[in-house]
């Protein structure tokens, strides 16, 4: 999706023009200093172009080869809080199993169990996190 640019460039301090890609004329692209998640083919015309922002974690390897060389190529680690709780609620998930859990005790209904059940027959014992190690790769 297209982020809107007025509220952008309301909170510069430069002199600096935000342009969509969609919008840019040649001289913008000849004049443009960066790019953020532009069309690639814009970057050969790009005669002051230096750098060019993924706007992601992480980049696409075979999209590389089509940035020119005079280029830094950056990514954002903004969400890395979110891959950090992506990860910790896979470790708490497969150690716990709430979505298990959760399903259990929906299934388990008070009319159908005899008196002074509380449902706790769909708890199950189950694995810790404590003291294990997590390997990123």
């Known amino acids: 999706p297209m982020v809107p640019l007025a509220p952008l460039a309301q909170q510069l301090t430069t002199d600096w023009r935000l342009v ?15 790019f953020v998640e ?3 083919d814009l970057l050969k015309s790009a005669a002051h172009g230096s750098l060019y922002q993924f706007a992601f974690t992480g980049y696409p ?12 190529v950056a990514n954002c680690h ?14 708490l998930e497969w150690a716990v199993g709430l979505r298990g859990m959760d399903e259990a005790v929906r299934r388990c209904t008070w009319k159908e169990t005899p008196p002074g059940n509380s449902c706790s027959k769909t708890r199950a014992p189950h694995r810790q ?9």
Request: overall charge negative; proline content about 4%.
């Open 129 to 137: 996190i404590s003291n294990r190690t997590l390997g990123i790769l």
């Open 78 to 91: 903004q969400s890395s809080i979110a891959i950090a709780e992506y990860v910790m609620a896979a470790a």
């Open 20 to 34: 969509a890609a969609t919008n840019a004329t040649g001289d913008d692209v000849a004049a443009a200093h960066a």
């Open 38 to 40: 532009g069309p690639l």
């Open 61 to 72: 390897e075979d999209e590389l080869a089509q940035i020119p060389s005079r280029f830094t």
